[in-house]
């Protein structure tokens, strides 16, 4: 690990020495003015200005330096206190030791969306890192125009000529380079043909066409063909450096998304290992899977441990005339990581790793590139429940202007959108009034058919032989997480496919959640009806207030902000669902509740006749709340820890505490994921301001906090679970376990499903909520939310 550049900031007294040297060297002229005494051309408005003239207007800063020897230290003194970033190195499956969670990865990005993630096990040469806190108008992450990635591939993967190898060690041996790649040899095609792929790979996505990098990033991401970033072009693909045993390949663009560089250069090597028979990928598979219409699992990559970070562009007004950040690593240190890259590829055999998810990969695209035959099915009967709303459907003579955003998804076929007339809006969209009678009778079909007792929809999506690309829901519907679809008519193919499961449709209504789940329509023929009812997230927001206030009302919650979480809180705790009452029996048993925020939880319980309730919450305002709404409960204001360093029992202990920011979505007020610093997201927006930061006391939960008297434990408690799953070895007496796992804050499934073993192995039976499906056996967690574990000790 070598940190190479560090500029540290100076303490206010040096600043203060910096302003009254700067009398020195610039005096002033009228009022609230500045100008420069030696090219006296311009006037500057503030001591700043000038002082940012003096620095690049070489003439004038050697003058002034001439003048007054403190003035090269005051100007350069001044411009470190602007700036505050490190430029470091580090080797594969070490980022994490490196750097520190008060900094932000310039190549990580995931302050914006989780899927500009660096690849975990990434290296780097030239990585740059900025402290948040002291200069909020550079960021290292939003201001990079260009990231500069490379990757080592052993060249016994593109070609097997062991004596035609080009070998270039050392500088000195360029003119041996030379004279190999100018011989006609079997290694020199092999190197001219692998440069052709590369170019027609980097071709394959343009700005122009509607073609999009979508197949090439990780599936837990889930992102759409239209998600702008993965329709830019790559800037450059190229070979950098040749080596005897390997080659260097270098990535440039603005963007990429996490799985990207991994995927593209498997697939560059597939296509050039299929000159020796290898497998079966061709040019024109690479053309389909960059096209919008089809979406594979591509288990066709390479180890992020043979990539590196090398380089990062920034614009010169903050690198001065170095556009492109600096480092002076030594050549040991990037032999070094070439090394380390190097050895952890060159273990892998190629056709395990490149040449059978290759052959996958052709066999995924030709079963979604079947014809469909129109005749392999009879004329469909349509069901009694169905008939009227098909009716009206075929009787549309006119279909209003799909949406901008829904074209973007759109193959073929149109598109329009109905509102529930039971909502009687003052204003009617233009469908309804078009269609009075289709959107009373599609309503009512919901109700007849809804596979789920939640009530009606807000609104319906009418589809007319529409066919759409891979997709997931954007955010305005975020509100209700289930949508139901059901297909219409008489045609044959046109399955809904939701992450690569197949269903069928046609008459049979099917529930999926379109804001985390990838779906898309499989070719039909003949004529294709769909309706999808939703609630997009606006129409929730009066009646979730109007539910809140009712429950409230119901179980004597008092106090509460009505724009802020504490109405989702009121809502899942006490509503209709009531989150924590599976399996769980309250009745005469005596409560533990770690993470209490407003006291939802402990009335609910209390209601469901708990003999008493221990409540513990760090944050002073919660607190507030809790007391007022359940004062019968003991109220002890810390955060519970799984362990302490001290060996002191009776050591008090404090850590930081971080307040959660709105939500982006609605801007409300997040009162309900405050969490300590360790586990602070760097989501956050900069998370460690003074303005959301606290210092609260903590208590070690094993020692302090679990008694023996204690049947129930419920935990929510934003990241600091793990700890304490892992600490705890004996529940003692409880009975019931209540978890909200933080699967955002830590996506990796390995510790989840270890933590799950151990509590099971501990006496407990567990249930949650994605038990038997996929998601449980993905290496990551790809879903929005966290999950609720209930945990019951065995008899």
């Known amino acids: 690990c070598v940190i190479i550049v560090l500029l540290l900031v100076e303490n206010s007294s040096a600043l203060q020495r910096a302003f009254s040297s700067a009398k020195r060297i610039s005096p002033c002229g009228a009022s609230g003015s500045f100008k420069c005494r030696w090219c006296g051309k311009t006037t500057f408005q503030s001591r700043n200005a000038l002082f940012r003239h003096l620095r690049e207007e070489s003439k004038c800063f050697q003058a002034a330096v001439t003048e007054d020897k403190n003035a090269q230290a005051v100007l350069l003194r001044d411009e470190k206190k602007r700036t505050d970033i490190k430029i470091i190195s580090y080797l594969p499956n070490t980022t994490e030791k490196i750097v520190d969670q008060e900094w932000s990865q310039a190549t990580g990005i995931t302050h914006r969306n989780q899927a500009f993630r660096q690849d975990d096990g990434c290296a780097a040469i030239a990585d740059v890192i900025v402290n948040l806190q002291n200069n909020q108008k550079f960021h290292a992450e939003k201001d990079c125009i260009e990231r500069v990635y490379g990757y080592i591939v052993p060249t016994s993967w593109l070609y097997n000529y062991q004596n035609d190898m080009i070998k270039s060690k050392h500088d000195e041996e360029k003119k041996h380079v030379a004279h190999s790649m100018n011989k006609e040899s079997k290694g020199r095609k092999a190197l001219q043909q692998f440069k052709y792929i590369l170019n027609f790979i980097k071709s394959c996505v343009q700005p122009e066409t509607y073609t999009s990098w979508f197949n090439f990033a990780d599936p837990p991401i889930q992102l759409s063909p239209s998600f702008k970033q993965l329709r830019h072009p790559i800037r450059g693909i190229k070979i950098v450096d040749i080596r005897e045993h390997f080659i260097v390949i270098e990535f440039r663009s603005k963007h990429f998304v996490q799985g990207q560089i991994v995927r593209i250069l498997a697939a560059a090597i597939a296509l050039q290992r299929r000159q020796g028979n290898y497998n079966t990928l061709e040019s024109y598979h690479i053309t389909q899977l960059t096209s919008p219409r089809f979406a594979i699992r591509n288990n066709l990559f390479l180890p992020a441990q043979g990539m590196f970070f090398s380089g990062a562009k920034y614009r010169k007004k903050h690198f001065g005339q170095h556009a492109y950040s600096k480092t002076n690593a030594t050549k040991e240190t990037i032999e070094q990581i070439y090394t380390a890259c190097y050895n952890t590829v060159s273990r892998l055999d190629p056709q395990h790793v490149i040449d059978a998810p290759a052959n996958q990969i052709v066999l995924q695209l030709m079963a979604n590139l079947q014809d469909v035959n129109v005749q392999q099915k009879s004329k469909t009967k349509v069901p009694r429940i169905y008939a009227h709303v098909l009716q009206q459907l075929r009787q549309l003579s006119y279909m209003p202007q799909t949406s901008a955003a829904r074209q973007r998804v759109l193959v073929s076929g149109e598109s329009f959108t109905l509102v529930n007339p039971a909502l009687k809006l003052k204003k009617q969209p233009l469908a309804n009034k078009i269609f009075p009678q289709l959107a009373q009778a599609v309503f009512e079909l919901e109700q007849k058919i809804k596979q789920t007792n939640q009530t009606g929809s807000a609104s319906c999506a009418v589809n007319l032989n529409a066919q759409f690309t891979p997709h997931v829901d954007s955010g305005t519907g975020a509100g209700q997480s289930l949508s139901m679809i059901v297909g219409l008519g008489d045609y044959y193919g046109g399955e809904l496919v939701v992450e690569h499961n197949e269903i069928d449709i046609q008459y049979k209504p099917f529930t999926f959640n379109g804001w985390t789940q990838r779906h898309w329509t499989k070719s039909f023929s003949g004529e294709r009806f769909s309706l999808v009812w939703f609630t997009a997230k606006q129409r929730l927001r009066s009646d979730e207030k109007k539910l809140a206030l009712s429950l409230a009302h119901q179980f004597n919650i008092t106090s509460f902000r009505p724009n802020s979480t504490d109405i989702q809180a009121i809502n899942e705790v006490l509503g209709p669902k009531q989150c ?216």
């Open 580 to 795: 924590y009452a599976p399996l769980c029996d309250y009745r005469n048993h005596r409560v533990l509740d770690c993470g209490a925020h407003i006291g939802t939880f402990a009335r609910f319980v209390l209601s469901q006749g708990a003999a008493s309730v221990i409540a513990y919450e760090p944050d002073p305002e919660n607190c507030k709340f809790f007391q007022a709404n359940v004062p019968e409960a003991t109220l002890i204001q810390a955060a519970v820890i799984g362990t302490s360093s001290s060996k002191n029992e009776t050591e008090e202990h404090s850590a930081e505490f971080i307040l959660a920011p709105r939500r982006q979505e609605d801007k409300a007020i997040n009162t309900w994921r405050h969490c300590l610093k360790i586990y602070a997201p760097s989501s956050w927006e900069n998370p460690f301001s003074s303005s959301n930061r606290r210092i609260v006391k903590t208590l070690d939960f094993v020692r302090h906090v679990l008694t023996d008297d204690i049947t129930v434990v419920k935990l929510d408690i934003e990241g600091a679970e793990f700890d304490i799953l892992d600490a705890v070895q004996d529940w003692r007496n409880v009975q019931y376990l209540v978890i909200e796992y933080s699967l955002t804050r830590r996506r990796a499934m390995q510790p989840f499903r270890n933590h799950l073993n151990k509590l099971n192995q501990l006496g407990f039976d567990i249930e949650f909520d994605f038990q038997n499906t996929t998601l449980f056996q993905q290496p990551a967690w790809s879903a929005h939310t966290d999950t609720l574990l209930f945990c019951r000790r065995r008899t």
